[in-house]
Structures are given as structure tokens and as C-alpha cells.
């Protein structure tokens, strides 16, 4: 008997651009009849695929690995439908593949390292397959290990830390000076589109949105979008004293806010802390303004240098977590190559205890003068017997199964016995362990 | 030997505790911060095993000695700083407080013979001079590690250093408003004792007349805290240059406490 395998193939960020990506992508709603229809080429036995804007995959499990990935390659043609998938579709069988799913639930595969979104979408790929009811143990433990290492690698690394675009350091750094956001009043000062990213964080986070803009008609547009409210420029002394937070993006030659400016407002908002973020170049903010008292000042020059700072790091605790990935894929392969090994030590364990049954219903009846006693123990000793000549056997098939490379004593066996076993598929992936157990002691005992 | 033994307890833990928390502010690692707490938590267990050791076997109570003075102000500072860590994220403090707290408990620790009040100085009005300058003491001290947290995150976030012990330290505002309460808080009790403080004196005609160091620099704090308050209300002055006059009164009512320190010393 031949293990299956998993396989994974498709194509991401880093190897396809985003019209190809766009076009390959499942939407949600056709994602299970896909999975079913993947399922009856007959190709593969378990299937779950993960589409969302940076990467759609298909993971299987077939006993023909080839095959599989042939259906699964098939697929994905019809979905590019006129354009060639050639260079930009990747393959990555056994221990690579439960790497790689372990490494993209992670985040480590991300356009930005350590995001938290992909969790949540690698969970709804796999309940999504779970419901078409294209999982089954290989997969289902695949992808609950690969919850488990991203939950891991989040605890055990700082690989989520720090910010890493500008608009989200602009929302951490409001988040710093006032704590809850909710009902902080947010001014944008013009309305360039990293204010806008900046507003949408801040926004999400419960501010309220204010825009003052030269064109009235666009600080309107802008600000329903985010149920904010709009104003001209002229209203922008008035503004300033009331805002907590302001974001400056203006395209204008000169300084919008001068120090001069500041002061008044300062002393006109009762001197409130107040964060400017200048986002403009050139700079629409005095810099002096950053020396008041109460008022602090970033412009883009700092929030790209934090940004820089936040995503380095994060690389840095990226290698932790690929120790983290290494040391769980190689623990992965250790329980599937125990999959198969399994049934085949149950079948042999069955095999010898039958004929030991057999010789001993056969030979006990003719023996005078047995007590309970002494039935009981020729059980023993053939339990023993059967023990003791199977712990080599076993413990070699156990090595086998561990080394690298396809498992050959286990076929050899299976061939040498004439062994049946079942199939794991069939099982539950809590089951196997516990068969491992089981099969253990036979090993143990075969020492006495 | 259990009084000894439960203020040597309580002085190891708080030192344990300092030091973890010392060690969470400059490397962050949130299971760090949990140990410090539950250290510290075990040592204020045995703090009040301390004090109610130290009470049943001399029979001394806050407001009959320095000594238990000083260790129930110190075992109040930890208690504080417990319940305002269930409310917000201050682990950081943590490394300011417990060694203030150490200190005073250290200072109890110094006055083992300590004589009791004597008698032409007692009266009714002495223990509610002594218990509200403790809870002012206690507010005070607190306000004091919120303020030099708020110095130092001000400090960074100007700076733009937004690294580790920056991202640790809770929000300007949320310190700023609670640097105030507490402010608000210790104002009046530090208030009713001095005022309390001078009637007890003139009515028993006990003490130097005039205006001592001691006197001078209890006036000094309440300076401080009555320009950080009046300040903010007429002017709306916040911040840093509230959490540095937080600072300046607290230092102030850190040397009247000295000051008493070193007069018990003498009688």
C-alpha cells in the first residue's frame, strides 16, 4: 500500500499579477459546487481551495499525487479561461505543501508580512470545504495544525507588531495619544488618497470625520463616504480648535498651517493634546508647530521611517516563525507516514494472533487435565510469543516509516504477509493517533 | 521572628516584583508582567500579614507610630496600584511604584523601636491628620508614577522613538486624566491635613512656632498640587507641565515624610 499525499497548486502574489489573480478568483457563493465538481473528476479524495485577492490555491489529497494535480491544474485552466497559467502556477508536494499552507495560515506568504486577515480567510476556505464535504483526515488535520502554528507563531513572535503602511501608523499614533478613538474628531485637511486610507483606519476605529478642502463639492464626496461632515478651507482655524487628530494632504506650494496659526489655536483649545500628521509634500505644516507645547507633529518623512522600522522587524521575527513552521511540518510528516503504517501493524498484530488462535483451539482440547488456569496461561505465553516476533519486525517498519523517502519495508511486508489494511481515509484523524497507541505496547512487550 | 520574617518577605517580593517589572518595560514580554503581578500580589499578602503581626504584638496602629505609618502608607500605594491595574493597562508603572513602595516599607523597616506618640501630643483630631495624610500620600504617589510615565511617553512620541517601551506605556490622555484624578483626589485630603496638623499643634502648644522646613515644604506640595489643579481649571493646563508639578509636589511631600522620619529619629 502506497501513502496519499498532499499537494498544493496555484498561483499568488508573487508569481501572478492582479488581473490574472482577479480572474481566477472563486467568489464565495460558487465555491462549493467548484469543490464538489473538483472532487468528482475522481482525481483526488479531499480538496479545499483558497481564493482571496493575493492567491488562489487548491490543496488535495490523492493516492496519485499526479493525477491530482492534473485535475487541480485542469481546474484552474478553465478558470484563466483564453489566457496561459504558464509561469505563473506553483506545485509543492508532501512536507512542501503542509509547509506552505503552514507558512500562508501564518501569514509568512503575505504581501505584508504578519497581517492578521489571512487567518480568518484560510478558516473560511476550509469551513467552506468542510460544508461541500471535500475534507477528510489528511486535510482536516493539515489545516487544523496550520490554525494552530499561526496561532503559535502569533503568541510565540512579534511578527503582528508595529504598524507598516502609513495610514495605519497615522491610526496607531492617535490610538497612542488618546487611547479609545470612539467619538475623537478626525480633520482631514485636504483630500489626497493616503488621507483617505488614514481616514478609513481611523474611521473603522469609531472617529469622526471632518474635510476641509479648497473644493467644497469633493470635501462633501469624500466625507459621505465616511459619514463625516465637509467645510471649506476658510472654516479651517475653526476646525483646528476642535479636532483631535488632523491629517494634512493638501497639494498647496506653502505652509495651510503655520505656527503663528497654531499658537491661537492652541491657546483657544484650552491646550487639549492634538496630533497633526503632515502628509503632504510639500509639507503643509510648519514644522515649528511641532515644538508647541501639547502638539505633535508627524509628517510623512517619520510615519515612513516607523512604517520601515515595524516592517524590518517584522522580518526579523519572521525567521522565529519559520523555525516554528519547520519544527510543525516535520511533526505533520512524522503522524501521516504513521497514517499508513497504522493499519498495516494492526493487520500484522491480527494476522499472527490469529493463527496463534487457531493452533491453540486446535491443540488445546487434545491436552488432559487443563485447569482455567493453565488456558489462561498458554494465552499468556502466546500472546508473548507473538510480542516477541513482532518487535523486531515493527520497530524496523516504524524506522522505515520515519526515514526519508517512499516506505518500502512497508509494502515489502504487506506483500511478504499477504496483508489487507484498512483504509485511513477512512477514519477519523483522532483515531489514528490512538492506533499508534495501541500498536505501541506490542513493540514494547516483544523487549521482555 | 513572624513580624521580621513577614517584613522580609514582603521586602523580597517587592524587590522580585520591581525587578520583573523593570525587566517587562524594557523587553515587553506580556507573561513577565503577569509574574510581576501575581509577586506583587503575594507580596502585599504578606504586607498585611506584616502589619497586623506588627499591630497584635506592640499594639501599635497607623496613627500611634511612624513605623506603622510608614508601612500602612506603603501597603496602601501597592493596594492602589493593584485595583488601578484591573481597570487599565499600567504594568509598565509598575516599575516606578513597587520600588516607592519598597522604600517606604524599607523605611518602617528602619524604626524597629520606634516610640509611640507621646501622650500631650495625642487628641481626637491627630489620628484624622495622620489617616488623610496617608491617603494623600498614597494618591500622591501614585499620580507620581502616572506623571513620569506621561514625561516619558511625551518625551518618545516627540522624539518619534515609537518602539518597544513606548508601545508599552498606556495612552497620553488616558495618563494625563488619571495623573488628574489622583491629583484631584489627594488635593483636599492633603488639604484637611494640614489644616489639621496646624490646630492640632496650636491647640496643644506642642512643637517649634513658625514656619519649620518641615511646615514649608508640606506648603510647597500643596503649592504644586494647587497650581496643577488651578491651572488646569482656569487656563486648561495639561500634559507634561501638569505631570512635572505632579512630580514636584509629590518630591515635596516625599521630604515632609523624611522630615518626620528624622524627627521620630531624634525624640
Not at chain 1, 493525477?67 to 479561461?81: K, N
Not at chain 1, 505652509?255 to 510639500?282: C, G, N, S, Y
Not at chain 2, 496617608?134 to 507620581?144: D, N, P, Q, R, S
Amino acid at each position: 500500500m502506497s501513502s496519499r499525499d498532499i499537494v498544493v497548486i496555484g498561483l499568488s502574489h508573487r508569481t501572478a499579477p492582479l488581473a490574472l489573480r482577479e480572474r481566477l478568483a472563486v467568489p464565495a457563493a460558487e465555491l462549493g459546487a467548484d469543490l464538489r465538481g473538483l472532487l468528482a473528476t475522481g482525481a483526488l479524495d479531499e480538496t479545499v481551495v483558497i481564493s482571496t485577492c493575493n492567491r488562489v490555491e487548491v490543496y488535495l489529497a490523492a493516492r496519485d499525487a499526479r493525477a491530482g494535480a492534473g485535475a487541480a491544474r485542469a481546474w484552474l485552466a478553465s478558470r484563466a479561461v483564453a489566457t496561459s497559467l504558464e509561469g505563473h502556477l506553483y506545485e509543492r508536494a508532501g512536507g512542501d505543501a503542509v509547509q506552505h499552507a503552514f507558512r500562508v495560515a501564518s501569514s509568512l506568504d503575505s504581501m505584508v508580512v504578519g497581517e492578521p486577515q489571512i487567518l480568518g480567510q484560510v478558516k473560511e476556505a476550509f469551513g467552506a470545504a468542510e460544508a461541500a464535504g471535500t475534507t477528510g483526515t489528511l486535510l482536516s488535520r493539515c489545516f487544523q495544525r496550520a490554525f494552530a502554528v499561526a496561532k503559535r507563531v502569533r503568541s510565540e513572535t512579534a511578527i503582528a507588531a508595529g504598524a507598516v503602511s502609513v495610514s495605519s501608523v497615522a491610526c496607531e499614533l492617535a490610538a497612542k495619544v488618546f487611547g479609545r478613538l470612539e467619538g475623537r474628531r478626525v480633520l482631514l485637511v485636504g483630500a489626497g488618497e493616503m488621507a483617505e486610507a488614514a481616514a478609513r483606519h481611523l474611521h473603522g476605529a469609531g472617529a469622526r470625520i471632518v474635510v476641509a478642502n479648497r473644493s467644497l463639492e469633493r470635501a462633501e464626496a469624500l466625507a459621505r463616504e465616511h459619514g463625516g461632515e465637509a467645510r471649506t478651507l476658510d472654516q479651517l482655524q475653526a476646525e483646528l480648535i476642535l479636532a483631535d487628530v488632523v491629517i494634512s494632504s493638501t497639494a498647496s506650494p506653502g505652509f495651510v498651517i503655520t505656527r503663528e496659526a497654531m499658537q491661537a489655536v492652541v491657546k483657544a483649545r484650552r491646550h487639549r493634546l492634538m496630533l497633526l500628521v503632515d502628509i503632504a509634500v510639500p509639507r503643509d505644516i510648519d514644522p515649528r508647530v511641532g515644538d508647541l507645547e501639547n502638539v505633535f507633529l508627524y509628517d510623512v518623512d517619520h510615519l515612513e521611517s516607523v512604517s520601515r522600522g515595524a516592517a524590518d522587524a517584522r522580518r526579523r521575527e519572521a525567521e522565529s516563525a519559520e523555525r516554528i513552521v519547520h519544527e510543525e511540518v516535520a511533526e505533520f510528516e512524522l503522524w501521516r507516514k504513521s497514517l499508513a503504517l497504522t493499519p498495516t501493524i494492526v493487520a500484522l498484530r491480527a494476522r499472527f494472533r490469529e493463527i496463534v488462535v487457531a493452533e491453540l483451539a486446535r491443540t488445546v482440547p487434545r491436552l488432559q487435565g487443563l485447569g482455567d488456569e493453565d488456558r489462561k496461561t498458554l494465552d499468556r505465553m502466546a500472546d508473548a510469543i507473538v510480542n516477541k516476533l513482532l518487535h523486531q519486525p515493527l520497530t524496523a517498519l516504524k524506522k522505515d516509516a520515519e526515514s526519508e523517502g517512499s516506505a518500502q519495508l512497508l509494502d515489502a511486508a504487506q506483500q511478504l504477509f499477504a496483508l489487507q489494511p484498512a483504509e485511513p481515509a477512512d477514519r477519523s484523524a483522532a483515531d489514528a493517533p490512538a492506533e499508534v497507541e495501541a500498536a505501541a505496547p506490542a513493540i514494547a512487550e516483544g523487549k521482555r | 521572628m513572624l513580624v521580621s520574617a513577614t517584613f522580609l518577605s514582603a521586602s523580597a517580593l517587592y524587590a522580585v516584583a520591581g525587578a520583573l517589572y523593570l525587566v517587562f518595560a524594557a523587553r515587553g514580554a506580556e507573561r513577565v508582567a503577569r509574574w510581576a503581578t501575581r509577586c506583587l500580589g503575594v507580596a502585599v499578602a504578606a504586607h498585611v500579614a506584616f502589619v497586623a503581626l506588627d499591630y497584635a504584638t506592640g499594639g501599635h496602629h497607623p496613627t500611634d507610630d511612624i513605623r506603622q505609618m510608614l508601612a500602612t502608607t506603603s501597603l496602601l500605594v501597592a493596594i492602589g496600584y493593584l485595583a488601578a491595574l484591573r481597570r487599565h493597562r499600567l504594568a509598565v508603572l509598575g516599575a516606578f511604584i513597587t520600588p516607592v513602595t519598597l522604600l517606604l516599607l524599607l523605611g518602617a523597616g528602619f524604626h524597629r523601636d520606634v516610640a509611640r506618640v507621646p501622650e500631650p501630643v495625642r487628641s481626637a483630631l491627630l489620628p484624622v491628620h495622620i489617616g488623610v495624610n496617608i491617603l494623600g500620600v498614597v494618591a500622591f504617589a501614585l499620580a507620581f508614577a502616572v506623571a513620569l510615565a506621561y514625561v516619558i511617553q511625551e518625551r518618545l512620541l516627540r522624539r518619534k522613538q515609537l518602539g518597544g517601551l513606548f508601545q508599552r506605556l498606556p495612552p497620553l490622555d488616558e495618563l494625563d486624566s488619571l495623573g488628574l484624578r489622583l491629583v484631584t483626589i489627594g488635593f483636599p485630603l492633603l488639604t484637611v491635613g494640614i489644616v489639621t496638623g496646624a490646630v492640632v499643634a496650636a491647640r496643644l502648644g506642642v512643637g517649634e512656632v513658625g514656619l519649620t522646613p518641615s511646615r514649608l515644604t508640606a506648603m510647597l506640595a500643596w503649592a504644586c498640587f494647587g497650581a496643577v489643579l488651578g491651572l488646569r481649571a482656569l487656563a486648561g493646563f495639561r500634559g507634561r507641565r501638569a505631570a512635572i508639578g505632579t512630580m514636584l509636589g509629590f518630591a515635596c511631600a516625599v521630604l515632609v515624610l523624611v522630615g518626620y522620619v528624622l524627627r521620630a529619629e531624634a525624640s
